[in-house]
């Protein structure tokens, strides 16, 4: 008998068991919310008909005062002829008692008080998840509406991220954005982090007078690679943030204090995007990466190494991330490495870490470097740079971030696990994670294979 029975069972149940839970969570919410929302119905007609009343009353004191004012006016008239006939004896003047002329019809005003009736709701939309894309750290939602409604004014989404797959919690760790008046069927979130698994999404329908249902909320995969610097084996004479590096030059005397390791982190496994959604390429092989700070107790790079690495693993997939240098920085590498580099090593110098470094002091150099043996860039130095690695396809590709123009393909074997690595001197780094791989890169990569053949001198195998 299949000895894995027993833990399939249990953990279906315990699947099912939260299913059950967010479900009446679910149904909760929604009690309560009807409760809220019928009050809130209730006042608001209270408060439109106490508007109309009010309107009324005013228009009923000035109306009756001017009915006050003509019988004054013709009260005084009237005195004036019998005044001036009594002395005079003359000929009468033509009067009337007559009021008609301020008759108030009032048939359209009854007409349309008795017409009164709930404003018409838009229907909820459905959202479209065969056309929705995720590319390029976007993603775009459709939606089309159940039946034409031409008096739709615009839409409104809403969106949260979550680490949570299905359909979205109730309560979830964080809370739902807005993008207000969408005049399409159809929106893209552009600049996103993708620091979560999964994002959450909705969208309703707004007429001139009132927004209907959301619609059936649906949830899109968006992975990415997300790591920080790892401060606890970084050179004393770096100051490590979560996505910067700085260099400092008194950091080291007395202070070791300063900077303290990320310790004991959980692992968190990393996978690319499943073809859940539609996408402008291919979705790629599935990858992995560990979340693993130096083990407890390892030596901090010294002498000359002025090296930190990054806290995540890479054990396969696809990957990618960018470096910008801070202004007037003079020296810096970026590059991968294995776990076990040792303190005194520098990036570029053994044949376990691949790096392109820029050096800006005296004499100005762009260069790749493996095993101690450089190759001269002959491409101006970017601002932004993009880094990928393909663990599996044993590849290590730089290039400018913005223009997507490669600057240089390391083809080894990776026979261990890497990590981002990076030098920093006199100067500093800022980091950006939580990307996917650029399209542009992938096609690169899938139809130029790397161009390895331009840097063979560099080429190795991983031992």
Known sequence: MDSGWLPRIIATLANKNEELHNFIETLSHLLAGVQVNSSQVVSDLEEEFDTLFSILEESKESMTNTIKQEQARKSHELQVITVSYEEEFTKVPKATDNMTHLMVDFSQERQLLQGLRFLPVPRAPEIEVQDCMVLDNAVTVVWRMPVEDSKIDHYILEYRKTNHEGLPRVKDERCWELVDNIKSTEHTLTGLKFDSKFMNFRVRACNKAAAGDYSDPVTLETRAFNFDFDSSSSH?????????????????????????????????????????????????????????????????????????????????????????????????????AFKNLGKFDQLGKTNTTWCIHINNWLQNSFAAKHNNKAKSLDVSVPERIGVYCDFDGGQLSFYNAESKQLLHTFKTKFTQPVVPAFMVWCGGLSLSTGLQVPSAVRSFQKTENGLGGSNSSLNSMAH
């Open 236 to 336: 004393l004479n770096l100051k490590v943030e979560e996505c910067s590096v700085e260099w400092d030059p008194q950091g080291g005397k007395g202070l070791d204090s300063k900077v303290k390791g990320k310790e004991n982190k959980g692992s968190a496994h990393l996978t690319n995007l499943k073809n859940m959604t539609r996408s402008g390429t291919p979705s790629p092989k599935r990858g992995s990466t560990t979340r693993s700070p130096a083990p407890r107790g390892r030596d901090r790079f010294t002498g000359e190494s002025y090296t930190v690495l990054g806290d995540t693993s890479i054990d396969s997939g696809q990957h990618y991330w960018e470096v910008k240098a801070l202004k007037d920085c003079k020296s810096y590498s970026v590059g991968v």
